[in-house]
């Protein structure tokens, strides 16, 4: 079935850097495009940005630009997602997700959602 | 604050009808782009109920339904019942300075009282 495996919760110190990873199956991994989005204790969803895994070209949030890095590895069906200069208020859950994308009707919305990863930033 | 406006909160009784408001402007709803909505329960991953601004994907019960008219979407939700409380939360495109962005609403708790 068409899953997606994120990585296990993180505990990481103010300054630090956290990769999370999202594993694909049950799909063509470079058929779909994979957003990042994050929730902080209780408040709503956050996106970070978006790859590309046919490419592996990439869109960040203005918010993130120059912390955070995607990336992809189309032997392993594996996205990557790099946050730098974690600081407390980065503490949440980071969730990856797929979308189709057709250029003749446009964007299928986030359809497979991984189960989150945890990311406790503290010192 | 959020770039897509929807209200904190609403409620309905059981078999009724609510419907959740997510108001954008001429630089991401307005600008054409789509329109998606998610419910998410406690604990739980986001689930696309609505894409492309009326679509529902297999599965999702003809209970929920989608509009978008201008720079604002609808979210209607008829024969309210208890396993709809949730939070609802839209998500567009905004046409930014870096390019393309994703965008979410604030999120909508929805209570079936």
């Known amino acids: 079935q068409v899953q997606l495996v994120q990585s296990g919760a993180e505990v990481k110190k103010p300054g630090a850097s956290v990769k999370v990873s999202c594993k694909a199956s049950?799909?063509?991994?470079?058929?779909?495009?994979m957003h990042w989005v994050r929730q902080a204790p209780g408040q709503g969803l956050e996106w970070m940005g978006i790859?590309?895994?046919?490419?592996?070209?990439?869109s960040y949030a203005q918010k993130f630009q120059g912390r955070v890095t995607m990336t992809r590895d189309t032997s392993t069906s594996t996205v990557y997602m790099e946050l730098s200069s974690l600081r407390s208020e980065d503490t949440a859950v980071y969730y990856c997700?797929?979308?189709?994308?057709?250029?003749?009707?446009?964007?299928?919305?986030?359809?497979?959602w991984g189960q989150g990863t945890t990311v406790t930033v503290s010192s | 604050q959020s770039v897509l406006t929807q209200p904190p909160s609403v409620s309905g009784a059981p078999g009724q009808r609510v419907t959740i408001s997510c108001t954008g402007s001429?630089?991401?709803?307005?600008?054409?782009?789509?329109v998606h909505w998610y419910q998410q329960l406690p604990g739980t991953a986001p689930k696309l109920l609505i894409y492309?601004?009326?679509n529902r994907p297999s599965g999702v019960p003809d209970r929920f339904s989608g509009s978008k008219s201008g720079t604002s979407a609808s979210l209607a939700i008829t024969g309210l019942q208890a396993e709809d409380e949730a939070d609802y939360y839209c998500?567009?495109?905004?046409?930014?300075?870096?390019?393309?962005?994703?965008?979410f609403g604030g999120g909508t708790k929805l209570t079936v009282l």
């Open positions: 997700a797929r979308e189709e994308y057709s250029s003749s009707s446009g964007y299928y919305g986030m359809d497979v």
């Open positions: 049950g799909y063509t991994f470079t058929s779909y495009y």
């Open positions: 790859i590309n895994p046919s490419g592996g070209s990439t």
């Open positions: 001429s630089s991401n709803i307005g600008a054409g782009y789509d």
């Open positions: 492309g601004n009326s």
């Open positions: 998500q567009s495109y905004d046409s930014s300075l870096s390019g393309r962005e994703g965008v």
